[in-house]
């Protein structure tokens, strides 16, 4: 067998690993700095550093039934209409302590919209019998027998949408349930069939906004009909039904191609990167102050990979939430503080920092170092902060293993042409800034 004989001195060079960018299934470097990682899961970017995120907690809410959605909503504090799939309940606090109160349960709830003006405070809900009134835990029928799949409250008239229609209708102003046709009262506005069919709406900084399949139509809707304003913006890809979000400022949405935003004047899309998780997805979501949060769910699949995209509005990075068997996610707000609400089969969790049971994992993909052909000898590895790391690095398909604990500065000595560095923190308070690494590429006499 002929021997191979490398250069006795060779230049050692140190570099970061990686600067945790953010995921992405084919865009990742195979040089360092890593920039897009191949995983990374219930950690986020703070300071330039990996960190916990919220994961799901158990809040002792259980019922006997698969839950079908959670519609918060206010009258004398927080309470939750809680749909199950044959029976409703409402949940609220009393003396310190979470009440469940049954009420009857007639029909499917499509979307909901709470209605306060002067004395009125109620939740109107869109049926599969029509519009619902639900007040002082007692859901009342109406006369408006229009099956509404969406919904939205804007300057005190209700606009609505059937499923699979562009014609968008609306109820006289100040009177929720007159919907009579006429320049004084109710209306109606036929909009574009370019821009697909209606999915959802949302009450926008003093504008109506329509989601379609693809595009926005801005109304100016005041108080007068004749004075309604209509525009439509028309975004570059494909709006995913259930995604869009009023973010404040912006309105988010996810499409096939990566997240988008919308400013009210034009759709930009961002994070393209997140195309490959993002395809073949339904996707719902929510906003909080800082977050979006995009609970991304497998279409016609027994696996039950479910996760959540959370997208930090502040810094505009994200990161992955696991969460296999969620399928429904809600905001509510108690104490004054915002919580996001997750809906597993038959349970209630919440988003929380108090969780530390999801495993945590950054893993890049092959890395070469930029020499494909060359043999690279990995030398150390040197973390920074005290967190204990369970590190894997495999070196052309073999895998080797490590305990980062008090000791920060690790001896490796692995040679191979292509490597893959997986990170798993362990315990609470995780802070794990990018290692550094030291190589050097072989090269034959």
Known sequence: ??????????????????????????????????????????????????????????????????????????ENGLKLLVVL??????????????????????????????????????????????LKKLQNEIIEDCEITTNFATICNHFYRIFGAEEQSTKLLFSDDFAPFNWVQGIDEGGYINL?????????????????????????TKITAYSEQDEFVVKTIT?????????????????????NKGLGVFDGY??????????????DREVTAVATGNYCYFLCKAQNSSIEDNFIIAYNLVFKNYHFITCDKAYFLCKVKFENAEKVLLCYENEIKVLSDESNNSSKIWASGKVDFGSPAEYKLLKRIVFGGDSIIDLKINADGKNYFYNISGQRSTLINL??????????????NINVPSPVIEYSVLEEN
């Open 1 to 74: 067998m002929k021997k191979i004989y490398y250069k006795k001195f060779l230049p050692t060079r140190r570099v970061k690993v990686t600067n945790f960018k953010g995921v992405s299934l084919d865009g990742y470097s195979k040089s360092l700095p890593i920039d897009y990682s191949l995983k990374q899961e219930n950690l986020k970017l703070l300071n330039g550093a990996l960190v916990s995120s919220l994961s799901p907690k158990s809040v002792d809410l259980v019922f006997d039934e698969k839950i079908d959605k959670i519609i918060p909503y206010n």
């Open 235 to 255: 975004s570059p890809n494909n709006i995913k039904k259930g995604s869009v979000a009023n973010c404040g400022d912006v309105i988010m949405y996810a499409t």
């Open 415 to 428: 040679k191979g042409k292509e490597f893959e560095i997986e990170i798993v923190p362990k315990g609470i």
């Open 266 to 279: 034009n759709c930009v899309t961002v994070c393209e990167e997140l195309a490959g998780f993002l395809e």
């Open 85 to 130: 799939e044959s029976k409703n309940y409402v949940l609220k606090m009393q003396d310190g302590s979470m009440i469940k109160s049954q009420i009857p349960k007639t029909c499917d709830i499509h979307s909901a919209a709470v209605y306060r003006y002067g004395e009125d405070n109620f939740v109107i809900l869109a049926t599969s019998n029509g």
């Open 192 to 216: 574009s069939f370019e821009n697909g069919n209606i999915n959802d709406l949302i009450s926008f900084n003093q504008n109506l906004i329509v989601c379609q399949e693809d595009g926005f």
